[in-house]
């Protein structure tokens, strides 16, 4: 599900929004932004003190759920009004029959996209507590378990109301991307033109032009490009594991 959402009170802040013109994203580039954002979740007291566990940041967003959250997220944004919040809610049904619910909200914020991340993948069995989540996805069902891990070009943010205005308050952990540094890597389609799409098979295809180069710097080069794209949640770790071994095999 996902809808366009304004906020009870709009709030002066929000005003600065408005003297930037609308911005188009693609899917690719839509997708990466969001695919960008990585979690840590909580550890309970035995897991950490006990068995000495350590939790590691993840992607937020699972491949499956940006596969289905973004075609619909973007038509959203386009549409969307200076005043109004994306919200977005997913609901999966985990191997053991257990709903697991994710939503949050997407919001231009001047020239940085915020995201609020309410349930990430929740396990909410009751029909009651999905009907809340659906009526209000941006107001965590129980409180998070997780808190975001701040990349390049990302600010997490603490106080949501400090910096736009939202359809109601929240306690849910969001975060401000700079969607400015992804237009250096993705550009928008021009008229007759294809988008240029940034995946890695683009740029690591054995026979292409990137692929031809053999000076350290550029193996190194993409070594890093590659760990980027797996830590952003982009390839799958098998990708990762076979573009770097091909990588290192041909230097």
Do not use: C
């Not at 309970?44 to 937020?60: H, I, S, V």
């Not at 009526?135 to 998070?144: D, E, G, K, S």
């Not at 070009?153 to 109601?168: I, W």
């Not at 799409?197 to 993409?222: C, D, M, V, W, Y």
């Amino acid at each position: 599900m996902v809808r366009l959402d304004s906020p009870l009170f709009t709030r002066q802040t929000l005003s600065v929004s408005q003297e930037f013109p609308p911005v188009q994203f693609t899917e690719a580039q839509l997708r990466r932004l969001l695919g960008s954002i990585r979690i840590r979740r909580e550890m309970d007291f035995l897991d950490y003190y006990l068995f000495r566990k350590e939790a590691k940041p993840e992607p937020a967003l699972t491949q499956e759920e940006l596969t289905l959250l973004v075609p619909p997220l973007r038509t959203a944004l386009l549409k969307a009004r200076s005043n109004e919040t994306v919200v977005f809610v997913i609901k999966r049904v985990d191997d053991k029959g257990i709903p697991r619910m994710t939503s949050g909200g997407v919001i231009l914020a001047g020239r940085q996209l915020a995201v609020v991340l309410a349930h990430l993948r929740e396990p909410v069995a009751s029909e009651r507590g999905q009907q809340q989540i659906f009526a209000h996805p941006l107001v965590p069902y129980r409180q998070p378990a997780f808190h975001i891990v701040a990349g390049g070009h990302q600010t997490p943010v603490t106080s949501t109301s400090s910096v736009f205005s939202l359809p109601e308050p929240t306690t849910a952990p969001a975060v401000l991307l700079g969607y400015e540094a992804l237009r250096e890597t993705v550009q928008p389609a021009s008229p007759g033109r294809a988008p240029l799409q940034a995946t890695p098979e683009s740029t690591l295809t054995p026979g292409s032009s990137a692929g031809r180069q053999r000076g350290p710097e550029a193996i190194a080069a993409k070594l890093r490009r590659l760990k980027q794209w797996y830590e952003e949640g982009l390839i799958t770790e098998q990708d990762y594991r076979q573009k770097k071994k091909a990588l290192l095999e041909a230097f």
